[in-house]
T-cell receptor, first 116, second 110 residues
C-alpha cells in the first residue's frame, strides 16, 4: 500500500513552546489529509481535515489558533501545536487520501508529544 | 448523536481459533466501512474495507460482514496468531471523513 511518513516520531517540549509535526505522502499525491489525536486507551479523534491549497476544516471543539494546519502541497501537511501545555500531550496521527469518496486512507506512524 | 461503536472492549481468543470482532453503527447513510489494526505506539493499519452494496468481503485470513438491516459490521480473523494481538477499530466514511469507533483489544491466549 501507499506510504505516509510522519516526523518526528517522538518529541518532548517545554510548556509554552510550539511544536511542528510533518506528514508526507511518499509515493502518491494526497488530495486530502486528516489529523487525529489519540489519548491512551482511547480511539482516534478527528481534529481537522485539510485539502491542498485551502484552509483546514476543524472539528467541533478543536481550536484552530492552537492547532495550525498547513497543506501547502499534495505531498505535505504540517500540524503546529502552538503554546503547548501538558494537557496537549498525546499521540498525534496523520492520514492521507487520494480521492475523497469511499477510498481508504493511509496512516502515518504517529507522533508522541510530551509537554513538560 | 450518531456514532460508530463496538460491543466488546476486550476479546481473548485461543491461538489457532477464529476471532470475531463486532461493530454497530447508527448512521444509516454510511456507505463505506473500514477495519483498521493498531499495534502499540503505531498508526492504524488498513485491514479490509467494504461498501454498502456488498454484504461480505474476504481477504487473506480476514472476512468482513455487513448487515445493513441491523447496522452491524463484523471482522472475522481465521486461525488467530500471536501477531494478531492489537486493537481493532471499525471506521466509517462520513461526509468524506473517516470516523473511528471505540476499538476492541484482541488478546491471544497461548
Amino acid at each position: 500500500g501507499a506510504v505516509v511518513s510522519q516526523h518526528p516520531s517522538r518529541v518532548i517540549c517545554k510548556s509554552g513552546t510550539s511544536v511542528k509535526i510533518e506528514c508526507r505522502s511518499l509515493d502518491f499525491q494526497a488530495t486530502t489529509m486528516f489529523w487525529y489525536r489519540q489519548f491512551p486507551k482511547q480511539s482516534l479523534m478527528l481534529m481537522a481535515t485539510s485539502n491542498e491549497g485551502s484552509k483546514a476544516t476543524y472539528e467541533q471543539g478543536v481550536e484552530k489558533d492552537k492547532f495550525l494546519i498547513n497543506h501547502a502541497s499534495l505531498t505535505l501537511s504540517t500540524l503546529t501545536v502552538t503554546s503547548a501545555h501538558p494537557e496537549d500531550s498525546s499521540f498525534y496521527i496523520c492520514s492521507a487520501r487520494v480521492h475523497s469518496l469511499n477510498t481508504e486512507a493511509f496512516f502515518g506512524q504517529g507522533t508522541r508529544l510530551t509537554v513538560v | 448523536g450518531e456514532s460508530v461503536g463496538l460491543h466488546l472492549p476486550t476479546l481473548s481468543v485461543q491461538e489457532g481459533d477464529n476471532s470475531i470482532i463486532n461493530c454497530a453503527y447508527s448512521n444509516s447513510a454510511s456507505d463505506y466501512f473500514i477495519w483498521y489494526k493498531q499495534e502499540s505506539g503505531k498508526g492504524p493499519q488498513f485491514i479490509i474495507d467494504i461498501r454498502s452494496n456488498m454484504d461480505k468481503r474476504q481477504g487473506q485470513r480476514v472476512t468482513v460482514l455487513l448487515n445493513k438491516t441491523v447496522k452491524h459490521l463484523s471482522l472475522q480473523i481465521a486461525a488467530t496468531q500471536p501477531g494478531d494481538s492489537a486493537v481493532y477499530f471499525c471506521a466509517e466514511n462520513r461526509d468524506d471523513k473517516i470516523i473511528f469507533g471505540k476499538g476492541t483489544r484482541l488478546h491471544i491466549l497461548p
